[in-house]
């Protein structure tokens, strides 16, 4: 058995602690970080450094500590009941960077040795540690770049190393309550002395040395990059996302807490400045929301529902001078109110979605509801709706075949619902009237922004002039296109819809034979694809640049978007994304709330595709 020598290693962690401070001093070129050395009560000390308001660092701490103690903190017990007993002795360097420029991201690294003896027997340890990288404007390359140093890293220890201690950092660095990642990972490692003394140190000390390789090129990269005050808030409003998890979840914090270790020194990692907005989402197709849909979602999708349910609930956790909201345990149970009930009415119904999507927006914004289906016969929506008010409901959906008797049925209509001439959304208000709505058009159009195509200024070809094309007209003319071509197998529809919509916009109708050139955006509202079938129209409208959108949607690409394609269409897009954006345009008219998209429609496309 190979000998434990735990004298080395913290002469190894002394100097890197050192070293790490030597470097991050040279690269903000102003600030030096200053020394405080402590002593526990309870057995050993540490030194604590930290750097204020650099050129380039708004804070960081970097700091080492050896703690030891006959008894070992419940958080250790917990998680290695075979600790019990035995005298302790913990020691690391662990360090947080938090830059001012938005664009540099936010660095956390840690190394660290445990050690637990008992007289008579051999001694139990490991080492742990990694480095993860959280950005607020991530650059593909620097990504890249954090990577490719991290698996250089772990190359010479096995092929295997890279990959699992990859994933191992996606895991441990979570936060289930928000459903998304802290940041875009790195590597992360505990529980390691199976390789033995030697290796598992060798294997730590390259971890260690290897933080500056990873982080310090992209510093130099981004610290010149400039920035203002939106970019500045949106940092500090995710830095709030860094102080939940290291108080939340974070086991070296709470180790560090429960151990009697320096409380200024454990939670130095906490940001000089951050913010809380509340329901904060960020605008469609933006950098902030990119953030989100391509670094922080989690492919599996897992959503922890128990958690997601009771932070709505909080209590006061204070933190020197700053007062952050966390749940109380008493709070952490089921909610027995009874829950407001939603339908969807539709004829067939089997087939919908939207009690799926619905029961996920209520569990990610901790609403208390229940969303059903229900399918009345042809003629007897009318009765439907009204015992289901009567009854205590609070809203619906409708489909076909009933958004012209909800449009009926409804006691006052939105704008929208006017001009689409149907209803797919009732509310039943305070003074007990029911208001209809159509949130058709907005889903269409939040989706083609999400996929960020330029509908200012942009030619559209409507194809179809029924309810669906109806019901998206005036949202398209809202986001001031060029102008918009409504054609139809029926010309006469077509004239009569283009009359209907001209005070809002540049519109007009051509009948199909017509058509003979390429347009920005190619909007198919017929329900063709559904059926295996093509309009009787040129593919012409298509070309190198067109954008072609089915609102139909299936598995792989509709029989529309085929044909686009085929045709030289440079993308094409079907109608899942709108079904799930009208579905959130529903819950914000019921709920005051609207909830995040990305992924929910995620999920719907796995399931679609069979994945």
Not at 11 to 27: H, T
Not at 202 to 219: E, H, R
Not at 567 to 579: H, N, Q, V
Request: aromatic fraction near 12%; hydrophobic fraction near 35%; include cysteine.
């Amino acid at each position: 058995m190979q000998q434990v020598d735990k004298h080395q290693v913290k002469a190894f962690l002394l100097q890197l602690q050192d070293d790490i401070c030597q470097k991050l001093e040279q690269q903000d070129g102003a600030a030096t970080f200053q020394q405080d050395e402590w002593q526990r009560e309870q057995g050993g000390g540490g030194r604590s450094r930290v750097m204020k308001d650099g050129q380039v660092f708004e804070q960081g701490g970097v700091n080492f500590s050896h703690v030891f103690g006959d008894k070992m903190p419940a958080s250790a017990t917990a998680h290695r009941p075979e600790l019990a007993g035995r005298k302790f002795e913990a020691m690391g360097v662990s360090l947080v960077i938090h830059p001012k420029n938005p664009y540099i991201p936010t660095s956390h690294a840690n190394v660290r040795f445990f050690i637990a003896e008992k007289e008579g027997e051999d001694p139990i340890w490991w080492f742990g540690g990694g480095f993860d990288l959280t950005p607020f404007y991530p650059y593909e390359e620097d990504c890249q770049h954090w990577h490719d140093t991290a698996k250089q890293i772990c190359q010479p220890f096995g092929d295997e190393v890279y990959a699992e201690h990859k994933k191992w950092c996606d895991d441990y660095f979570f936060l289930p309550h928000r459903n998304e990642t802290r940041g875009v990972g790195g590597l992360f490692f505990d529980d390691l002395n199976q390789w033995g003394f030697e290796r598992s140190f060798a294997y730590m000390q390259a971890v260690g040395s290897g933080y500056t390789d990873a982080y310090l090129p992209i510093v130099e990269k981004r610290k010149a990059e400039q920035y203002g005050e939106r970019e500045r808030n949106f940092q500090l409003y995710r830095r709030g996302r860094y102080v939940e998890f290291n108080l939340v979840y974070d086991r070296g914090t709470l180790f560090g807490l429960q151990s009697g270790g320096r409380t200024e020194s454990i939670l130095m990692s906490m940001p000089p400045l951050a913010r809380w907005e509340y329901s904060y989402e960020p605008q469609e197709g933006s950098a902030e929301a990119r953030l989100y849909s391509d670094y922080l979602n989690r492919e599996s999708g897992n959503l922890n529902n128990s958690l997601c349910s009771t932070w709505r609930m909080c209590a006061e956790v204070i933190v020197s001078n700053y007062t952050f909201r966390y749940p109380s345990a008493r709070t952490v149970g089921i909610n027995m109110s009874k829950p407001d009930q939603y339908v969807v009415f539709g004829n067939p119904i089997s087939q919908s979605k939207s009690p799926y999507i619905h029961t996920l927006f209520a569990r990610q914004t901790s609403q208390n509801l229940e969303y059903v289906s229900q399918q009345p016969e042809p003629d007897a929506f009318k009765q439907a709706a009204t015992e289901f008010f009567h009854s205590g409901g609070k809203g619906c959906n409708i489909t076909a075949p009933f958004k012209e008797d909800a449009f009926q049925f409804a006691g006052r209509l939105t704008e929208r619902a006017q001009l689409a001439g149907a209803v797919n959304t009732l509310k039943k208000l305070d003074d007990g009237e029911i208001i209809g709505d159509n949130t058709d058009g907005e889903g269409l159009v939040q989706d083609l922004l999400q996929h960020q195509v330029q509908l200012e200024g942009a030619s559209i070809l409507v194809i179809g002039s029924g309810g669906a094309a109806r019901g998206v007209l005036k949202p398209l003319l809202d986001q001031k296109p060029a102008s918009i071509t409504i054609t139809n197998r029926t010309f006469e529809k077509a004239q009569q819809l283009a009359e209907l919509f001209k005070p809002f916009g540049q519109i007009n109708s051509v009948p199909m034979s017509d058509v003979s050139r390429a347009y920005d955006v190619v909007i198919n509202s017929a329900s063709t694809s559904l059926y295996k079938q093509l309009p009787d129209i040129s593919d012409a409208i298509f070309a190198d640049h067109t954008v072609s959108y089915d609102m139909t949607y299936g598995q792989g690409l509709t029989t529309f978007n085929q044909w686009a394609k085929e045709s030289g269409a440079r993308f094409a897009y079907d109608g899942l994304g709108m079904l799930v954006g009208q579905a959130a345009e529903s819950f914000m008219l019921w709920r005051g709330l609207r909830p995040g998209t990305k992924q929910i429609l995620r999920e719907l496309r796995k399931n679609l595709e069979g994945l």
